[in-house]
Structures are given as structure tokens and as C-alpha cells.
């Protein structure tokens, strides 16, 4: 495993934004996304009747929707031991293929860092 501090600064920074959004808002997961100019967008599980969204692809759409038409990077803090597709997806889909995607436990302690692939 690899801590968190391994990580650059803006890194760390994305990962520590996602570990507070999972904290603050008791859901499974948090996420944050950097976008092309530096901006970054944080945002929780969305657990609705009618609408069901990982962090991470709530990040993303965030970031779309207020302009973001690239991403740097993206960061996750969950259970999980390695990204899903689905969220690697939406990575990929406004970041490309290698836009890395970080994967982090709730102790902010580094599993995972792959691409969007």
C-alpha cells in the first residue's frame, strides 16, 4: 500500500476533499475531481429512489456541469479494492484514457492509482 503522502500535493489535496465528503455526509463513498484549469469538485454517494450515482460519477457531472471540459485527475475513498468500471467511465468519457483515477481507503491510505483506461 502506498500512503496518501506519497502522492504530489494537488493529489493529496483531491484525495483529502473525497475523504471529508464520505466523512461529512456518512455515505459509502467520496470522490473529487480535478478539472483542466485546476478547479476541483467534490461530491458523495447519490443514493435516490430515482437516481443512484457513485461519487465519482457525481464529481464528474459536476465538473461538466459547471464547464469543465477536461480532467487532470480524479479521487475516490471507499471499501472498494479497485475502482469499477463505471466510474473508470466517467473518467475516461471527459478526462480520456489516461486521466488517473486514485483510489483511496477511509483512512486515506492509497490501494489503488490506475487510468481511465
Not at 4 to 14: F, M, P, V, Y
Not at 42 to 70: D, I
Not at 90 to 102: F, H, I, M, S
Amino acid at each position: 500500500m502506498t500512503e496518501s503522502t506519497d502522492l504530489g500535493a494537488e493529489d493529496r489535496k483531491i484525495v483529502t476533499l473525497a475523504r471529508s465528503a464520505r466523512a461529512r455526509n456518512g455515505v459509502p463513498e467520496g470522490a473529487a475531481v480535478r478539472d483542466e484549469t485546476g478547479r476541483t469538485y467534490v461530491a458523495g454517494t447519490v443514493q435516490l429512489e430515482s437516481l443512484k450515482l457513485s461519487a465519482l460519477q457525481t464529481a464528474v457531472a459536476m465538473a461538466v456541469a459547471s464547464g469543465a471540459t477536461s480532467l487532470e485527475a480524479a479521487a475516490v475513498v471507499s471499501e472498494a479494492q479497485t475502482p469499477s468500471d463505471a466510474d473508470r467511465a466517467a473518467v475516461r468519457d471527459l478526462g480520456g484514457p489516461d486521466t488517473p483515477v486514485l483510489l483511496a481507503g477511509p483512512d486515506g491510505t492509497l490501494r489503488a492509482s490506475v487510468t481511465a483506461g
